[in-house]
């Protein structure tokens, strides 16, 4: 990817940065996780909202995305169902569920992901 990639959002065109994350994230909205998720193929579930909503309430503040397992216990508490695990989370996006949740919610690479 470049830095000159971008996708359209509500008809305007809205800066990727080279990881394929919102450049600024001051300009997220939830029209612009749909149009990524359009552009990506995913149809976007109750359940890809609560990861995006988690995801950005965790990082306003911490400031920082949460890790794998503060998701999974906070997914585990939410759904009232200890035996929740990472699985159901990469059900939802394949290849990287938290990296993915930070791209559709607008924020930054996490610095630990490869």
């Known amino acids: 990817m ?3 990639e971008s996708i359209i ?9 080279e990881d394929g994350h919102l450049a600024d994230p001051e300009q997220w909205t939830s029209a ?19 990861l995006i909503e988690f995801v950005r309430d965790y990082h306003e503040t911490y400031e ?11 997914l585990r508490k939410a759904r009232n169902d200890s035996s929740i695990g990472s699985r ?3 059900r939802l996006f ?7 949740g930070c ?4 924020l930054k690479k996490p610095d630990w992901c490869i």
Not at 36 to 50: F, M, P, Q, T, V
């Open 2 to 4: 470049t830095s000159a």
């Open 9 to 17: 959002v509500d008809g305007r065109r809205v800066a990727l940065d």
């Open 32 to 50: 612009f996780a749909r149009a990524l998720a359009d552009r990506d193929g995913i149809e976007l579930s109750a359940d890809h909202w609560w």
């Open 64 to 74: 920082t995305p949460p890790l794998m397992r503060v998701v999974v216990a906070a």
């Open 88 to 90: 159901e989370l990469y």
């Open 94 to 100: 394949s290849d990287n569920p938290v990296r993915d």
């Open 103 to 106: 791209r559709y919610a607008g």
